[in-house]
């Protein structure tokens, strides 16, 4: 077992497939899989499930890559600390990112980390909360932006901002724009576009139905942003959402935004990081500064609640 069978096995793991991480890696599918087929001769286990839509870990797989994404990042850690040893923080810290909220916070944060860490690389991706928990939990991202109801205690989270939720529509809807503001009961009756379990926002709407015995009419569901935000701009459905995150659509006119009022709901977003795993000085500074100007950042667009429609 090397080195590089591990980061070939851990990229399979991840994607789920192996052609998608033969890309990724830039190598013929054939040499990865022979590589991967060392690697479980060598162990004498079975490490994936085969099958026609990619390839799933098995029992044995799982545990394989938990481990071994902390043998990778800690091999990567040491090699970060020592060129960058006397420079001050340095190396790559990978980020992974909500897709609706990324405008938020992405390009400000390079920004930052640009001005403070010079020598700091970002990796950035994005992913529902729900995967972005179980990228940190396997070591595959350093920190990640998650909602406070997916927080356990495997996790250290500090919050950045919190919003309250609206309903969100089409901005040529005539029901929303004579609307100031809705009960929940109200909203329980339209028809919604709302991402799968096990994400954090989902967690969020069916935690506020549940507490007041409310059964909401789930439209569709989709853990793609871009389809949420055209079945929301199509008509076909509504979503609950903070406004900032869709706060373009809103300033473009595609969108409305109706604060829920009755109760009033909220969501709080914040930067997490791997309780199990000593954070290096680089993932610690790039915490910090997530922590300390994330709401500043945040509130630069918070203001953007309606559109000239709703006015």
Known sequence: MDLRQLRY????????????????????????????????SELGVRLFDRHGRGAEPTSAGKVLLKRAARVLRSVDETREAVI????????QVSLAIPPSVSSIFAAPLIDACKRDLPHVTLKLSEGWTGDIL???????????IIYSSQVNDRVT?????????????ASNDRSLQRRSGFALREVSTMPLIVPPEPHGLRKVIDTAF?????????????????????IIRSGLAYSILAASEVEADIRRGHMISVPIVEPRLKRTLGVALNRERVPTPTV??????????GAKWAAMIAPVKVSSTQR
């Open 9 to 40: 096995f851990v990229q399979v793991a991840n994607l789920k497939s192996f052609s998608h991480a033969a890309a990724q890696l830039n190598i013929a599918q054939s040499a990865l899989s022979r590589h991967v087929q060392l690697l479980e």
């Open 210 to 230: 549940a507490e007041h015995d409310l059964t909401p009419r789930f439209a569709y569901e989709s853990q793609v942003w871009s389809v949420i935000r055209e």
């Open 134 to 144: 179980e990228w940190l939990l396997i070591g595959h991202n350093d920190l990640g």
């Open 284 to 293: 610690k500074a790039v915490f910090d500064i997530l922590v300390r100007d």
């Open 84 to 91: 960058h040893a006397g420079q001050g923080p340095g190396g």
């Open 157 to 169: 989270f500090k919050p950045i901002n919190t919003e309250s939720l609206t309903v969100v529509g």
